[in-house]
């Protein structure tokens, strides 16, 4: 339709249409590969046959950047480092971010002390960390195709232990995170919340370093996820199994 309105237009154009006047150029816009208006609602069931819901609710702005506001149900954990759970997300005319910013400073506060004290355990510890930066999550870049990769996120974790609170007994520490994002398929797949003809399969290589005493230990996570544009994130895969979308509504 739209490329007959655009050949229709040159030939009126060409012939004058019986006027002066000049008509302005139509825009290109980019699709919303993202849905995010207020009301989107996702249904998803794990391998366990356990459901949870996500579902659009609001939206923000923070430092002068606007966002949109997720909800779960059931709640998400508190300290859980999920990438794909935000709490926030934006999307541009050519990138979805995913704000992880408090899910980070929610696992460092929790989760690193808890991981510390196994190397101490029995003696008063004073954990400090450094001011962190809140580098958002880069979900995908449009437009996408297979083989394309990106930086998805990366940050630096410091701070130091202090034992028995004594100022002489305070080594520092490092944590370090970067996720590596690729298109590896574009298909077509079937889910229980339907068929998709254009699935565009993307695999996240977590690499985490954590650093102490000067020795460094690296684990490293995978994550795939098959996304529909327009539609949003319909299938993941990770350690702990399979999570498929079992139905969707939008406004």
């Not at 949109?68 to 999307?91: G, I």
């Not at 298909?187 to 699935?199: R, V």
């Not at 994550?223 to 979308?245: A, C, R």
């Amino acid at each position: 339709m739209r490329l007959t309105s655009l050949i229709l237009c040159g030939i009126f154009i060409l012939f004058g249409c019986g006027s002066d006047e000049t008509l302005a150029p139509i825009e290109q816009q980019m699709p919303n590969y993202f849905p995010d208006a207020v009301g989107s609602r996702w249904v998803y069931r794990n391998t366990d046959g356990s459901e949870w819901t996500r579902e659009v609710i609001d939206d923000t702005n923070t430092h002068g950047v606007g966002y949109q506001v997720f909800t779960y149900t059931p709640p998400v954990s508190e300290t859980a480092l999920n990438y794909l759970k935000p709490d926030a997300f934006r999307v541009t005319d050519s990138q979805v971010f995913f704000s992880i910013g408090e899910k980070i400073d929610r696992y460092v506060e929790n989760e690193l002390p808890v991981l510390v004290q196994d190397e101490f355990e029995g003696l008063a510890l004073d954990i400090t960390v450094a001011p962190i930066t809140h580098p958002e999550f880069v979900f995908s870049q449009s437009p996408l195709t297979f083989g394309f990769q990106w930086d998805a996120f990366r940050t630096d974790v410091n701070g130091s232990i202090v034992l028995q609170n004594l100022a002489l007994l305070q080594f520092p520490f490092e944590v370090h995170v970067r996720v590596k994002g690729e298109v590896i398929a574009v298909s077509s797949l079937e889910t229980p919340a339907g068929s998709f003809e254009e699935t565009y399969q993307i695999e996240y290589q977590t690499e985490i370093t954590q650093t102490f005493f000067s020795e460094a230990e690296t684990t490293q996570q995978h994550q795939t996820v098959w996304f529909v544009p327009h539609v949003g994130i319909i299938k993941i895969e990770d350690e702990h199994g399979v999570t498929e979308l079992i139905a969707y509504t939008f406004p």
